[in-house]
C-alpha cells in the first residue's frame, strides 16, 4: 500500500494550474494524461484528477489497486466520478475543461458527456503552461538528474572502440545510462517523438532528414524507426553527437556532447565554437521578461556572425529553433523559436541546442539544460563541452 | 532520396481496409497516426495517408523531404490537402473517416475542417481491424523477428550472476537484444503502456499491481514509472519473468520466458505447468472462425481444473485476459478476454500469455507469438519453455 496525499508540494502546483484555470475561465479541469497526473499527484496512475477552483483535488483512480489517502477514490469507469464528487460534497460544474491536445477524440467525447460539456474548454495549454515554472522541489529534482546525466556522459570516452558502429556505441552509452539509474524511457508531448532513449549521430547520417520532432535526424537502423544511428562504422574524420536520455527521476534533463573521432576539418570546429558563443550570450542575456522570440534571434546573430546559416540545425532540412522547455516531458514549453510568445520567467527551464551540420564530417554543437535566474541562465548539466577525440 | 511505391503488398493492405470502409459506409479515410501510415506505405513520416475506394493512396508529406514517388505530394499543412487531390483530378469526398481512437482531440478538430466534417466516422478501428490479418510478407517479417528475439533470450543464462539486482539484469538483456538488431523502441496503441524496452520481473515484486495495461506489473524503480523491475537483489527460491521487446524490423513479436534463482516451491512449478497446458490446448483448439471469447474459456477450464484461479494474471490485481494480437503495434486486435466479439481469422498473429503470480515467489508462465493457420497455431517464438536455474 502506498500513501498518496495533497502536500504542500502538491499545493503548490494545484495554485500554478488555478491562476491559469481563472485566466481561461474554467471552473474544473478533469486531467487524464499520464505526465499531467504525475504532476498534480506525484503519482501514475490509470484515471483521473478532478481539480476546481476551491476544493483539494480528488484522484479518481482505476488501476493500481493499491495506493490509498483521503484525496483518493475508487472508481471502475469515468461515468462514476459525478456521484463520487457529490459523496464529498462537492459541487459539480457546469463543465469541465479536457486536455483536447493530449487525449484521443474518443475519449473526450466520452469524458464531456460524463460532464454534460458540450464544447470543452482546452487544460492542456493550461497544464503545459503552468508546467513551465517549476518549484523548488522540481528544480531541484532536475539539478539530481543533470548530475547523474553528467556522470554517465563522462564514460562515454571509454566507451569507443575503433571499427565500431554507431549502433555499437549507442547500445553501450544506453547500458551506462542505465546503470547510472536512467529509467530509459521518457515522456513527450505529442504523437512526433519515436526514438529509443535518445539519439547517437555519426558522419554523414546526421544529414540524413528524420520525420520527427527532433532538432537534427539520422537515417535510423530500420525504415520503421527512421531516427537516429543507422548502423554505419564510425570512421576518422567524423564527429558523433550524443543526445541520450536524461530521465533518471520522472524529470528530465536534456544534454548534448560531440566527440571525434581523428581529427576533424576547420568549418565543423568553427561551427561548434559558434554553438558556445550562442549558448554563452544567451546565458547572459536570457532573464526573465525576455521574449522567447528575442532568444531564437540572438542566436541568429551568432549564426550569421559567423557565416553558418546553411549549416545552422540541419542542412538538407533546417529545424526553425534553438532550445525548448523541460522538465516531466522532454519538450515542454515554452518552445524558442522565431514565432514563440512566451517571455522567460523565473525558475522556467530549458534546453538549448544550437547545433550545425557539416557535410561529410556530422553534426557539431552543445545542448545544455539551464534554469532561469533573474542574473541569467544557469546550468544544469555542467560538463566539459570540447570536442574530444575519442581515437587518442 | 529514398523512393516509396505503392507496391502489390501495398495494394494487398489497402484492399483490407476498403473491405473495411466498405462496410462502414466511409468515402475516404485521412491517416496520420504513424502505425497507421506505416502499415499503408512501409514508410514512416510526418503527414497523411489520403485514402478513398477508386484511387491509388495520396502520400501527403509534410516531413522527411527526402522521401519520393509518384504518390507523394509534400505540403506545409493539412489545409493543403484538397488542393493537391484535385490537382490529382481526384473528386473530393463529402467526409473523411479519421482515427478518433489515436489522434488528440484537437487534431481531429482540424482535420475535420480540412474536409468539412461536421461528425467525422472512426477509421482507427478500421484500420486496426485491417491490421489483425497479417499479409505473406508481412507473416514472413514476423517470423524473422521471433528467430531473432528467440536467439537473443538464448543469451539471458549467460547473463546471470549472484546477487545481481533484477535492474541489472533487465539491462544486461536490453543490451544483448540491441546486439541482436532490436530497435528498442515499439508501439502500441493507447495511452496506458509506458514502459523502457519491456518488463523484468523478479519474487514479490510481480505482485506490485500497476496503473499500466500489462498483463502483470511490478512496482518499478521509480514513482515516476511504477512498472517493472524495482531494484531488488535476485534472491534463491524466487523467479524471474522477462517479457522484453522484440521489435526488430517494425513488427514485433511477443515472449516470455521464466528462470529461477535455486529451486522454487511446487506451487510455481505446476501454475508453470498449467501455463504450458493452456498453450497446448489452445494450440490445437484456437482456428478460423473459433471466438476469441472461447480462448479465454478455455484456458479458464484449465486454470480452475488446476484449483490455481487465485493467482492467475496476477495475484493482488488481476488482469482479466489471456492474450492480444501483435504485429507493428504490442497490443493490436483481437484481445483475448472473455468480453471479445472477434472470431479468429487465418493469418492472424496472436500473443497468449497465461501467467500466474506466486506470492513469495515471483510471476511463472510462457509467452508465445502465434500464427492462426487452418490445422491451429503455430508459434513464431519457438524456445523451451522450461523453467531452468540460472543459479546452476
Chains 1, 2 share one sequence.
Not at 51 to 57: E, G, H, K, M, R
Request: overall charge negative; proline content about 5%.
Amino acid at each position: 500500500m502506498t500513501d498518496i496525499k495533497i502536500t504542500d508540494e502538491i499545493k503548490l502546483r494545484v495554485e500554478q494550474v488555478r491562476r491559469r484555470m481563472l485566466e481561461l475561465g474554467a471552473q474544473a479541469l478533469l486531467v487524464a494524461d499520464a505526465s499531467n497526473i504525475y504532476y498534480l499527484s506525484e503519482r501514475v496512475f490509470r484515471g483521473f484528477v478532478y481539480l476546481d477552483l476551491v476544493n483539494d483535488p480528488v484522484y479518481c483512480i482505476i488501476r493500481p489497486n493499491n495506493l490509498h489517502g483521503d484525496a483518493v477514490e475508487f472508481i471502475r469507469k469515468p461515468e462514476l466520478i459525478p456521484e463520487v464528487l457529490q459523496k464529498r460534497g462537492i459541487n459539480l460544474p457546469d463543465s469541465v475543461a479536457l486536455e483536447l491536445d493530449d487525449l484521443p477524440y474518443s475519449e473526450v467525447l466520452r469524458l464531456s458527456a460524463v460532464f454534460h460539456t458540450d464544447a470543452p474548454q482546452n487544460a492542456s495549454v493550461i497544464l503545459r503552461e503552468a508546467r513551465m515554472v517549476k518549484t523548488p522541489k522540481e528544480i531541484e529534482t532536475m539539478k539530481a538528474d543533470g548530475v547523474r546525466q553528467a556522470a554517465a556522459y563522462s564514460r562515454i570516452p571509454h566507451i569507443y572502440k575503433e571499427d565500431m558502429t554507431d549502433i555499437e556505441f549507442q547500445i553501450e552509452i544506453e547500458r551506462v545510462l542505465r546503470l547510472e539509474g536512467c529509467l530509459g524511457y521518457y515522456r513527450t508531448s505529442g504523437r512526433l517523438m519515436e526514438i529509443n532513449m535518445g539519439s547517437v549521430l555519426n558522419g554523414e547520417n546526421a544529414d540524413a532528414p528524420t520525420p520527427y520532432d527532433f532538432a537534427v535526424g539520422g537515417g535510423g537502423a530500420d525504415l520503421s524507426l527512421p531516427v537516429g544511428a543507422d548502423g554505419r562504422t564510425m570512421k576518422p574524420g567524423t564527429t558523433v553527437m550524443v543526445d541520450m536520455c536524461g530521465n533518471f527521476n520522472g524529470y528530465q534533463t536534456d544534454m548534448t556532447r560531440v566527440w571525434s573521432i581523428g581529427s576533424v576539418p576547420d568549418l565543423a570546429l568553427k561551427a561548434h565554437d559558434a554553438s558556445r558563443k550562442i549558448l554563452r550570450v544567451l546565458e547572459k542575456e536570457a532573464r526573465p521578461g525576455v521574449a522567447t522570440s528575442a532568444l531564437y534571434e540572438m542566436a541568429m546573430d551568432v549564426v550569421r556572425e559567423s557565416g553558418l546559416e546553411k549549416y545552422f540545425m540541419g542542412h538538407t532540412q533546417h529545424a526553425a529553433f534553438v532550445g525548448h522547455g523541460v522538465g516531466i516531458q522532454l519538450n515542454e514549453l515554452p518552445v524558442i523559436t522565431p514565432r514563440s510568445k512566451h517571455l522567460l520567467e523565473q525558475n522556467m527551464t530549458i534546453a538549448l541546442e544550437p547545433k550545425f551540420v557539416i557535410p561529410h564530417v556530422g553534426a557539431v554543437g552543445v545542448e545544455n539544460t539551464y534554469l532561469v535566474t533573474p542574473d541569467g541562465l544557469r546550468s544544469l548539466t555542467e560538463f566539459p563541452e570540447e570536442i574530444q577525440d575519442l581515437a587518442q
